[in-house]
């Protein structure tokens, strides 16, 4: 990998280049863009860095280009939009940190300065835009180097950087994975892994935000297995899931061992991940088995169970969701998805009556498509034989619930019968006899009695009623 001018033929790195000889200044491209750049990577977010005012050459950009400029003075930067880019101007800075926080105090500096305060050796590279060296590569901590060697490595002490900004093992995790690739499988270096060991309690001065923020895009790559077990080494996960971490190892009574739920929940996740790109459903494949420490039981005619776990996983999930501060809209999705995800495994098990679908569909609602993802990804035996049989079983039951769907129309179920309509028949105000009679029509319905309409869903009440002594007003 070598430095190359076609890197910055766009026409906004001409117009930097101009307007920061014309000020006497340095202008350099940093960071992501750089990286992304040796990678083959697109990349339409640019770091501008400036030695001088960020904001002040900002606005000397907007003022050529025509483009408005937004500043964050608290932050010291500015961004405009050009054709498809994102850039972002900052002036070229130093940093020190206080140990009870992350926010570092600023001041002016060189470059090299703000070389040194970037988190890794691969993100700290630079691209001049001066005239008489333009396109030159700096990099002065071998980060092209460990680019091609597939190398996480930070700039300074690991110690110092990780404890002035916690943030920045997360960042090593995710960038790991995120820039692994079949050919090239990035790793962090062994001196930054033992750091992370020692400075893992200092994610603690982290806001969950920033967390989430860090395990979302963490979940999104393609591979997100490579970032848990990463968080695992690291000794990071148990500080940030430690219902993931609890899934960890195997318990052996009289020679008979179960099997190790951690690998197990990675292997979900990465078939979900082939399957499937939204992030949400990938949360659910991280946390479907999170209920397993706690129903672990070892009985000796039987062996180890895990009975109940789904619906134990499903009450853990609130308060992840609401320790990460993520949305109780996605909170709910991921709680029904842990709550039902062996249920079409079940029916694989079992005879599949048009009942049980009925139940599955109208308990999964329109999430059923995501749901049996996620059943199928959870197949993960390495019995090939077992493995044929249930996936034969598997698409019987996905014919199954799109038969049953598309005569009985389960999916959004409504209750031809309401409470009005009970009360308008019968002349009755608001009583525990009127949610009998909808529950009772509700269960004909899903057990196949009557068909999913009105006719024969009022001639059930008015039947269950007469037995409840009730009489039509």
């Not at 430095?3 to 930097?16: G, W």
């Not at 494949?285 to 169970?305: E, M, Q, T, V």
Request: hydrophobic content about 40%; charged content about 30%.
């Amino acid at each position: 990998m070598t430095a190359a001018p076609q890197f910055l033929d766009r026409e906004i790195f001409r117009i930097v280049s101009r307007i920061a000889g014309e000020r006497g200044i340095k202008a350099f491209v940093i960071g992501g863009y750089v990286r992304d750049c040796f990678l083959g990577r697109p990349s339409n977010d640019i770091d501008i860095v400036v030695e001088g005012s960020g904001i002040d050459f900002a606005r000397a950009v907007g003022e050529q280009t025509g483009k408005y400029v937004s500043y964050f003075k608290n932050f010291g930067t500015a961004m405009l939009r050009y054709h498809d880019d994102e850039i972002e101007f900052v002036g070229a800075r130093k940093e020190s940190y206080r140990r009870e926080s992350r926010k570092p105090i600023v001041e002016n500096g060189t470059l090299e300065d703000d070389q040194l305060r970037r988190d890794f050796t691969i993100n700290a590279m630079a691209f001049s835009l001066q005239e008489d060296s333009f396109g030159a590569l700096v990099d002065p901590f071998g980060g092209i180097k460990d680019l091609s060697e597939g190398i996480i490595r930070t700039p300074l002490d690991p110690d110092t950087t990780y404890s002035d900004d916690p943030l920045r093992m997360l960042r090593a995790v995710r960038f790991a994975a995120k820039l692994s690739t079949p050919g090239l499988q990035f790793s962090i270096v062994p001196e930054s892994m033992a750091s992370m060991r020692r400075m893992a309690d200092r994610l603690k001065i982290l806001s969950s935000e920033r967390i989430a923020d860090e395990l979302c895009k963490m979940l999104s790559v393609p591979r997100p297995s490579i970032a848990f077990r990463l968080l695992d080494e690291g000794g990071l996960l148990p500080y940030i899931l430690p219902e993931i971490s609890a899934l960890k190892g195997v318990e052996t009574v009289d020679g008979r061992g179960h099997k190790d739920n951690f690998e197990h929940t990675l292997a979900v996740l990465d078939n979900v991940a082939r399957e499937s790109d939204k992030l949400w459903l990938r949360w659910a494949a991280l946390l479907h088995d999170i209920g397993k420490p706690a129903s672990k039981r070892f009985d000796a005619g039987n062996g180890w169970s895990f009975h109940g776990h789904e619906i134990i996983g499903s009450r853990m999930v609130p308060p992840v969701f609401n320790r990460l501060k993520m949305s109780l809209d996605e909170m709910k999705y991921v709680k029904k998805l842990v709550w039902l995800h062996l249920r079409p495994i079940a029916l694989v098990d079992e005879e599949v009556t048009d009942s049980a679908v009925r139940r599955l569909l109208f308990d999964a609602g329109d999430d059923i498509d995501d749901l049996m993802v996620l059943c199928n990804a959870d197949i993960t035996s390495k019995n090939p034989v077992k493995v044929a049989r249930i996936k034969a079983n598997f698409e019987l039951v996905k014919r199954k619930l799109v038969e049953v769907e598309a005569k009985d129309a389960i999916r959004n179920f409504k209750n031809p019968i309401t409470g009005e309509y009970v009360m308008q028949v019968y002349g009755i105000s608001p009583c525990k006899e009127i949610g009998i009679l909808k529950e009772a029509v509700k269960e004909a319905i899903l057990d196949g009695i009557i068909g999913n309409n009105f006719a024969e869903a009022d001639n059930y009440m008015r039947l269950k009623a007469r037995e409840m002594g009730l009489e039509a007003h």
